[in-house]
């Protein structure tokens, strides 16, 4: 065989075999996406439920809530909402249980990252000094 007669590219032969995944339709993404959605949004609920809780009883107590407290809370607020979204782009071209296992990694995550924060509170906070 010399070097002009060597194929160069795929052949139709090669573009044949290749397998392609059916796309999610888009009713199970979007059932997929609310189910677990609803999973985030209860994070959310709870780390505004935190933020007003522990101001208030910080406000109880008469003591201020730091500002490495305040930074903790937003992001308890903020995670969810970023993870949902990170894992929901990840998956938006995938199969449906693709989706499945990404977006409950991301609640696996933002379990783990929720038990830390609250971890601060419960032990005494940070102690910078």
């Known amino acids: 065989m010399t070097e002009a007669s060597a194929?160069?590219?795929?052949?139709?032969?090669?573009?044949?075999?290749?397998?392609?995944?059916?796309?999610?339709?888009l009713w199970l993404a979007i059932t997929i996406a609310v189910a677990f959605g609803v999973f985030y949004a209860y994070d959310v609920w709870e780390a505004v439920g935190n933020l007003v809780g522990l101001n208030i009883y910080a406000d109880g107590l008469g003591i201020p809530i730091t500002g490495a407290g305040w930074a903790l809370l937003v992001v308890g607020i903020a995670v969810p909402l970023l993870v949902f979204g990170v894992a929901f782009w990840l998956g938006r071209r995938r199969g449906p249980l693709a989706q499945v296992v990404i977006l409950l990694a991301g609640y696996a995550l933002v379990q783990v990252l929720a038990a830390d924060i609250s971890s601060f509170f419960q032990l005494g906070g940070l102690d910078l000094s």
């Open 7 to 25: 194929p160069t590219g795929p052949t139709e032969a090669d573009v044949d075999r290749g397998v392609t995944r059916p796309a999610t339709p």
